[in-house]
């Protein structure tokens, strides 16, 4: 099982940006498609974006489209989410996983190949 550790979040003000990285280990991570998911308080955990093992293609939800921009370096094991025009709707804690990315259907389900890890929180005022 592979684990993954987040970071980049932080307080912005509505209309900031912010990078989020995850590091992956314990895992060939440049075989697997990778993803970011989200959960605000009170909420369940919902997918955000995901990106194919080779960066060939991504999906984003709706809410984030045209904001949020998700890449990925394979030699660093490491996945981004650059998040710009940030919303105070965007305010949760973000997880990333290695998942199945079904950019056809807009379905990001964790593979089960990593943890979950810590998260990183995201907070945006109005």
């Known amino acids: 099982q592979g684990q993954v550790v987040e970071s980049g979040g932080g307080l912005v003000q509505a209309g900031g940006s912010l990078r989020l990285s995850c590091t992956a280990s314990?895992?060939?991570?440049?075989?697997?498609?990778m993803g970011w998911f989200r959960q605000a308080p009170g909420k369940e955990r919902e997918g955000v974006s995901c990106?194919?093992?080779?960066?060939?293609?991504?999906y984003y939800r709706d809410s984030v489209k045209g904001r949020f921009t998700i890449s990925r370096d394979n030699a660093k094991n490491t996945l981004y989410l650059q998040m710009n025009s940030l919303k105070p709707e965007d305010t949760a804690m973000y997880y990333c996983?290695?998942?199945?990315?079904?950019?056809?259907?807009?379905?990001?389900?964790?593979?089960?190949?990593?943890?979950w890890g810590q998260g990183t929180q995201v907070t945006v005022s109005s």
């Open positions: 990106i194919w093992s080779n960066s060939g293609n991504s």
């Open positions: 314990g895992l060939p991570f440049g075989l697997y498609s």
């Open positions: 996983a290695a998942v199945a990315c079904d950019v056809g259907r807009g379905i990001i389900t964790s593979s089960r190949k990593t943890d």
